[in-house]
């Protein structure tokens, strides 16, 4: 996962990364950048497989790039995400954020 250093996401990020051994899953790595260019770059080199980050910077964003793409918002935060195009993580995390918006559940119980 790629964000913007000394952000809310990164917070979030690393608070809930424990939640995917919980389950049973291997954990996401967190990688920050102080640049927006440099988390940009980090999808398109294949160093982050998702960016999380603000829903207008995606929209915005992917509509400058070729082959990525805006995944969906992720409940009332302002947030999305956005995958490089084929990324084999993309149709879980599509139905992971579904299964948020469609229970309302922001975490694990």
Not at 16 to 30: F, I, Q, S
Not at 32 to 51: H, I
Not at 80 to 105: E, I, M, Q
């Amino acid at each position: 996962m790629g964000t913007a250093a000394c952000t809310t996401f990164e917070v979030m990020l690393e608070e809930n990364k424990h939640l995917c051994t919980e389950a049973g899953k291997r954990p996401y790595d967190v990688k920050t950048y102080s640049e927006p260019g440099a988390v940009w770059a980090s999808l398109q080199q294949g160093r982050s497989d998702v960016v999380m980050s603000t829903i207008n910077g995606l929209r915005y964003a992917v509509t400058q790039q070729e082959g990525v793409r805006f995944l969906d918002e992720f409940k009332r935060l302002d947030v999305g995400f956005a995958f490089r195009k084929g990324t084999p993580p993309a149709p879980a995390f599509r139905a992971a954020v579904n299964g948020l918006r469609r229970t309302g559940r922001t975490t694990a119980s």
